[in-house]
């Protein structure tokens, strides 16, 4: 956690402790036709009301999280916006089922000790808003820490984790994101703080997804795999390609830090991602963070531009692996500014690559090819078919032979499918001929022989 956050963050609790005081009569106003709160409130109608499909831990989530584009200051108008569209681009249709909040939601205990949320931020409270989500067919989601204060500052659930997990399933919460900061990270006191979550969320009565950051330490995902449904494996994601490994990229979003926050390059070189992911399966999934996919760069004064974080390739890359890795795939551009035909669109939405990510065998990817500039992940999936992910890590495009035993580790497979142009490739006896542009990556699908 650097400074800079650190700061933004005890300014940001000052203002939610003012906002109860100011705003604490707004939500008595909830159903009346008049006053900010009405209106505000009247944004929460579905229309038409959609069921939600049932929660499944089993498979790894697929959704939207905030973060990424608003850091912990996104408020309930842009969520709904969000909802939205969300609704109706196509993504909630391809599987972006959870609509997640991240920090920035809290507000302050009651007397009575129950946590409310930031009344200026969400003035219908959580409660209304989860229903609202889930009308429009979605899950709905919500961020927690283990420790009395959440990284941004705002209060977590140190203390209260059966009250909080109890209020969270009052509200209709789905799935919880249990961020680590101020807590315990050591092997033993990170496991027996899951467990403890974990039995306080069953405790409950609802089935709630539990996904973890308790540092992105190898030793996380020999515990976690036993305790909950997915584990970070890293810092927090930034758009660049690189951020650790080299220096970022001049537009790259939020690389604040280059030990803590992690470029795609550096999450596809990490030995820690690659033994963890081994431990994932159905109902256990490695999470590589939230995706860069769409997410706007940002001048060296913190503004938005007008140019992507990561580019055509990279992005495809970020999208890719996540999905050869089985991991979480949770949109962090904003989707209102999705038209059909831009980057986001075009990655987000291709079905070929997530069904990859959701493949029913649920079986992880493993490293098969390292070479020069090369990397070459191989997923088994339902139906004897295989994904093969070539990815090139140079600054240059590549040409490159790879002969079926280096992929897909036997002979000549009966069809190959292009997941991008989700066309079949004419299939050569020997193997492929791959053209990879720089940082991008090429994913086919093998069926059998
Ligand atoms: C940590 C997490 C992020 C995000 C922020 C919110 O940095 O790793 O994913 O939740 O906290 O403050």
């Not at 100011?22 to 109608?45: F, W």
């Not at 569209?85 to 302050?108: E, F, T």
């Not at 789905?174 to 050591?186: A, E, M, T």
């Not at 690659?274 to 860069?292: C, F, N, R, T």
Request: glycine letters at 12%; a negative charge; proline letters at 6%.
């Amino acid at each position: 956690m650097t400074a800079r956050r650190g700061c933004a963050r005890t300014v940001a609790a000052a203002v939610a402790a003012f906002a109860t005081v100011l705003a604490a009569a707004a939500c008595t106003t909830v159903g009346h036709r008049s006053g900010p709160a009405a209106s505000a409130c009247s944004d929460l109608v579905a229309s038409p009301t959609l069921a939600p499909p049932p929660v499944d831990p089993e498979w790894p989530v697929m959704g939207f999280d905030p973060y990424n584009t608003f850091g912990d200051s996104a408020d309930q108008a842009e969520v709904v916006g969000i909802v939205q569209v969300m609704a109706r681009n196509g993504m909630r249709d391809a599987g972006y089922r959870y609509v997640i909040l991240d920090d920035g939601w809290q507000g302050s205990r009651t007397a009575a000790g129950q946590i409310t949320a930031d009344p200026g931020r969400f003035p219908c409270g959580i409660q209304r808003l989860a229903a609202y989500v889930h009308a429009e067919g979605f899950r709905f989601g919500i961020y927690t820490s283990p420790a009395p204060r959440a990284c941004s500052g705002r209060i977590g659930s140190g203390g209260h984790v059966a009250a909080d997990a109890r209020t969270f399933a009052s509200w209709g919460v789905d799935y919880v994101k249990l961020d680590w900061c101020g807590s315990d990270y050591s092997p033993s006191g990170a496991a027996a703080i899951a467990r403890t979550w974990r039995a306080a969320l069953d405790a409950t009565g609802r089935r709630i997804i539990l996904s973890i950051n308790a540092g992105g330490a190898p030793s996380v995902g020999l515990w976690a795999r036993l305790s909950v449904n997915s584990w970070r494996v890293g810092g927090d994601i930034c758009g660049s390609w690189y951020n650790q490994t080299r220096p970022p990229s001049s537009t790259a979003r939020a690389c604040y830090n280059r030990q803590y926050d992690e470029g795609i390059y550096d999450y596809l070189t990490s030995p820690g991602v690659q033994a963890q992911e081994a431990l994932s399966g159905p109902g256990h999934h490695i999470d590589p963070d939230m995706l860069e996919v769409g997410t706007m760069g940002k001048s060296a004064g913190g503004q938005d531009l007008a140019t992507y974080a990561l580019d055509l390739a990279e992005a495809g890359t970020n999208f890719a692996i996540w999905a050869m890795w089985s991991a979480p795939l949770i949109a962090g551009n904003d989707p209102r500014t999705m038209d059909g035909a831009d980057l986001a669109s075009r990655i987000l939405l291709n079905r070929e690559i997530i069904a990859v990510d959701q493949d029913p065998l649920g079986r992880p990817a493993t490293l098969v090819v390292r070479q020069g500039g090369w990397q070459v992940w191989r997923k088994p999936l339902v139906g004897g078919r295989t994904a093969v992910a070539v990815v090139n890590l140079a600054d240059s495009a590549a040409e490159a032979f790879f002969s079926w035993a280096e992929l897909d580790g036997s002979g000549q497979p009966a069809t190959v499918s292009d997941a991008w142009s989700e066309r079949d490739v004419p299939v050569d006896g020997r193997g492929v001929r791959v053209q990879v542009g720089a940082h991008a990556t090429a994913v086919y699908v093998l069926t059998g022989r």
